[in-house]
DNA sequence: ATTGACCCTCACACAAGTGTGAAGGTCTCA
DNA sequence: TGAGACCTTCACACTTGTGTGAGGGTCAAT
C-alpha cells in the first residue's frame, strides 16, 4: 500500500493540532518536521504529521529541548515501525542517556503529582471543617538531580 | 524537638546542591526558597533547603516553569506534612489543573521513554548484523496535548 | 481586475532560565 | 594591615520557545 496522499497546508495543519503557523515553522527551522513544498513555495504536510507534531508538543510541554527531541524523534517513525541503519554508536549513547534523563523526570513528576493528589484529598476530606491547626499527611521527596 | 539547626550559607547550599549562587539567587527572587539574613547581609539557608532546591531543580527539569513550582510548594512541605490553613480555591483549581497537566506529562515522556527502550533494545540485538534493510518494531505514539 | 484568504520570509520583541562580571562589603588569618 | 575567600547588588547578555507584524507573493471567486 502507498498510503493515502492526504496532503494539507500550514494553515489546516495549524487548526489540526492547535499549533500557531510561527510554532511549526519553528518546529522545521528546528529540524524536527520537514513538509516539501508546492510549486508555489507553500508548505505540503501529509498526515502523518499530525501525529508528528503532537509527539513535538507533548515531549516539549515535558521539558525536551528541541535539539533532543530532534535527536529522538528518528527512532519513533511514523507508521510505528523503526528503520535502523543509521544507528551510530554515539547516537546510541546519547539515547541511553537521554532514556535515564526521561526516566528521572517521571519519577520526579509521578512522585510530585502523588504528593499533591494526596494534599487534595486531605484538603477535600477535611471540607467542612475549620482547618485552622495543622493537620498531617505524607508527601513525596524530590529526585537526585 | 526542635530541630538541628544547622546553617549555611549560599556558597556550601550551592556546592551541596549542584546549583549556582547566581541560580539559588535568581530561585529566591522567584519566590521559591526564602534564607533567612544574618547580621551582616549574608543569606543563611538552613539543612531543609537542601531538599528543597533538589525539588526546584527536578520540577524545572520536567518542565514546570517557576510560577507554577512556587504554587504547589507550599503543598510539599519539608517535615513531609501538610499545614493547610491557606486553601483558597482558586489554589486548589490551580493545582488540579496542574495534577492533570503533570498526569499528561507523565503520560507522554513515559510512552516516548519506553519508544526508545525498545528502540534500543531492538537495535542491541539486532548488533553484529549488517542491518542496511528497515527492520521493525512497535512503537509508541504521542500524547494529546 | 480587484478583493480576500491564503502563503512566504524576515525581523523585532519578550519571558524564562542561566552565565558572567563589575564594584564593593565582611571576615579570617598571617 | 593587607590578602584571600567569602558575600552583596546590579546589570548586561545569551538561548529557547513563542508572539506579532511588515512587506510581499498566489490563487480562487466575484
Redesign the interface.
Given at each position: 500500500m502507498v498510503g493515502d496522499s492526504r496532503h494539507m497546508r500550514i494553515g489546516e495543519l495549524s487548526e489540526r493540532?492547535?499549533t500557531s503557523r510561527r510554532l511549526l515553522r519553528y518546529y522545521e527551522e528546528q529540524g524536527l518536521i520537514a513538509p516539501t513544498r508546492s510549486a508555489n513555495g507553500y508548505r505540503d504536510y501529509d498526515e502523518a504529521n499530525v501525529?508528528?507534531v503532537?509527539?513535538?508538543?507533548?515531549?516539549l510541554?515535558?521539558?525536551?529541548p528541541t535539539r533532543i527531541i530532534k535527536q529522538?524523534l528518528p527512532?519513533?517513525?511514523q507508521p510505528?515501525?523503526?528503520?535502523?541503519?543509521d544507528?551510530t554508536p554515539e547516537m546510541?549513547a546519547t539515547?541511553?542517556f537521554?532514556?535515564d534523563?526521561?526516566?528521572?523526570?517521571?519519577r520526579?513528576?509521578?512522585r510530585?503529582?502523588d504528593?499533591?493528589?494526596?494534599?487534595?484529598a486531605?484538603?477535600r476530606t477535611?471540607e467542612g471543617r475549620e482547618?485552622?491547626?495543622?493537620?498531617?499527611?505524607?508527601?513525596?521527596?524530590?529526585?537526585?538531580?
Amino acid at each position: 500500500m502507498v498510503g493515502d496522499s492526504r496532503h494539507m497546508r500550514i494553515g489546516e495543519l495549524s487548526e489540526r493540532t492547535g499549533t500557531s503557523r510561527r510554532l511549526l515553522r519553528y518546529y522545521e527551522e528546528q529540524g524536527l518536521i520537514a513538509p516539501t513544498r508546492s510549486a508555489n513555495g507553500y508548505r505540503d504536510y501529509d498526515e502523518a504529521n499530525v501525529d508528528r507534531v503532537a509527539q513535538i508538543r507533548g515531549l516539549l510541554d515535558s521539558g525536551l529541548p528541541t535539539r533532543i527531541i530532534k535527536q529522538i524523534l528518528p527512532c519513533l517513525n511514523q507508521p510505528r515501525v523503526i528503520h535502523f541503519s543509521d544507528a551510530t554508536p554515539e547516537m546510541l549513547a546519547t539515547l541511553e542517556f537521554e532514556l535515564d534523563r526521561m526516566t528521572q523526570r517521571i519519577r520526579c513528576l509521578t512522585r510530585n503529582r502523588d504528593a499533591i493528589a494526596e494534599y487534595l484529598a486531605a484538603v477535600r476530606t477535611d471540607e467542612g471543617r475549620e482547618a485552622d491547626d495543622g493537620h498531617e499527611a505524607v508527601v513525596g521527596v524530590p529526585a537526585r538531580a
